[in-house]
Structures are given as structure tokens and as C-alpha cells.
């Protein structure tokens, strides 16, 4: 089974719905991040987290939010859902003790807003 | 800003040639850095990771760090078509508050 999960994998909803996407790993990592990724604009941080108690902004965190309901599960929720969101979404965990330790990424979830 | 930088390609190799992938950063502080490769509608994985000046060489892969001149690359020896992927360069964050970037990734695609 993979270390990192990500659902749903691919997703399409109208503007202005509510949509979840859920991370779960098994890898017992504390810190869990995610991302965006568009083409030519490269990976990025949206939110992350180096424990359950520590949720953090990253460089594009409006119109997004998370919860670490878990040491194991991450999730993002797009509270009102816009056409510029539509993107491939990835989760990745690291260890934690250093400030950027290799990360393992998950599946993606591929977002379409229409 | 912390910024990484990557010519975004695509960069033509011809199959059994070296691949020289290249990356430059802003952050004097920054002391190591990580490679990450992807393929098209997949999930980055790191294959190489750098701490100190000089090289690193792991298979077919080698990864140089040049602090004085905040440059690194990856060579890739022997291309084979299976390294067409993008190659994501991220430094090692140095302060917890730093945010984690990757670089925008340079395409290589190695000709049959």
C-alpha cells in the first residue's frame, strides 16, 4: 500500500461549491504539506504543518484551509471553489527535525472547477 | 524572497549522452539542496540530495554544489529515455519561519 494517499483523485465541481481533499500516510511523519501545481508556475505551498497543533500559511493559502485532525491525516478544503483553482493537488509528508528533509509526495488529486 | 531558479526547457539530449541540469538560488544561507524528478501526471521523488561543496555522485547521477557562486546541478550519464521527466530543484531551508520552495523545473527529454 502506498505510504501517502490522497482522495478523491480526480475531482470537478462548479464554482462556488465546497470541496474536501483528504491525505492520509502511514509513514508516522510529523510534518505534512500541500501544494499546488500549474503549468509553468512549478510546485506551490499552500499550507503545511509540522505537528497537530501547528498549521502553517504558505505562499498561497487564501481561499484555501486545512485541518491536521490527525498525526496521519491532512486535509485542504476549498471553501468556495473558483475556476483559478483548478490545478493538480499534491500532499507530501517529511520527518521533521531539520527544516526541509527529503519529502514524500502523494498520488496528486487533479481539481476541475467549472 | 528566496528565490530558486531553473531554465524551464525543454533540453534535448540524445539518448546515451550526458544530461546537464542546472539550478541557481538566492539565499547565501542555503546549504544543501534536493533533486526531485517527475514524470508527466505523476508525484515528484527525490533522487539525489547535496549537503556539501563539491560533488556527489550516486549511479548514473552526480550533483555538484558550488556555494560561492549559489549554483547546482545535476548530470545525468548514459541518458536513458526513461529520465524524460521535469527536475525540480528545492534548497534546504535554514530557519523554521523560511517557507519551502522548489524550483520551477527544467523538462529533459532524451532523444531515442
Known amino acids: 500500500d502506498a505510504d501517502v494517499t490522497q482522495t478523491p483523485r480526480n475531482r470537478i465541481t462548479k464554482t462556488g461549491k465546497r470541496i474536501m481533499l483528504e491525505c492520509s500516510q502511514t509513514?508516522?511523519?510529523?510534518?505534512m504539506y500541500w501544494y499546488r501545481q500549474d503549468p509553468g508556475l512549478g510546485l506551490r505551498l499552500i499550507y503545511y504543518s509540522f505537528d497537530v497543533k501547528d498549521i502553517n500559511k504558505g505562499e498561497i493559502s487564501d481561499g484555501y484551509s486545512v485541518s491536521r485532525q490527525a498525526q496521519a491525516k491532512f486535509s485542504l478544503s476549498l471553501e468556495s471553489a473558483i475556476p483559478n483553482q483548478t490545478a493538480l493537488y499534491f500532499c507530501?509528508?517529511?520527518?521533521?527535525?531539520?527544516?526541509?528533509?527529503?519529502?514524500?509526495f502523494g498520488p496528486g488529486t487533479r481539481l476541475l472547477v467549472l | 524572497q528566496k528565490e530558486v531558479e531553473q531554465n524551464s526547457g525543454p533540453l534535448s539530449v540524445p539518448e546515451g549522452a550526458i544530461a546537464s541540469l542546472n539550478c541557481t538560488y538566492s539565499d547565501r544561507g542555503s546549504q544543501s539542496f534536493f533533486w526531485y524528478r517527475q514524470y508527466s501526471g505523476k508525484s515528484p521523488e527525490l533522487i539525489m540530495s547535496?549537503?556539501?561543496?563539491g560533488d556527489k555522485e550516486d549511479g548514473r547521477f552526480t550533483a555538484q554544489l558550488n556555494k560561492a557562486s549559489q549554483y547546482v546541478s545535476l548530470l545525468i550519464r548514459d541518458s536513458q529515455p526513461s529520465d524524460s521527466a521535469t527536475y525540480l530543484c528545492?534548497?534546504?531551508?535554514?530557519?523554521?519561519?523560511?517557507?519551502?520552495?522548489f524550483g520551477k523545473g527544467t523538462r529533459l527529454h532524451i532523444l531515442p
Open positions: 547535496i549537503y556539501s561543496n
Open positions: 507530501a509528508t517529511s520527518m521533521g527535525g531539520a527544516y526541509q528533509e527529503t519529502q514524500y
Open positions: 509513514k508516522g511523519h510529523d510534518r
Open positions: 528545492a534548497p534546504q531551508l535554514m530557519n523554521r519561519d523560511d517557507k519551502i520552495i
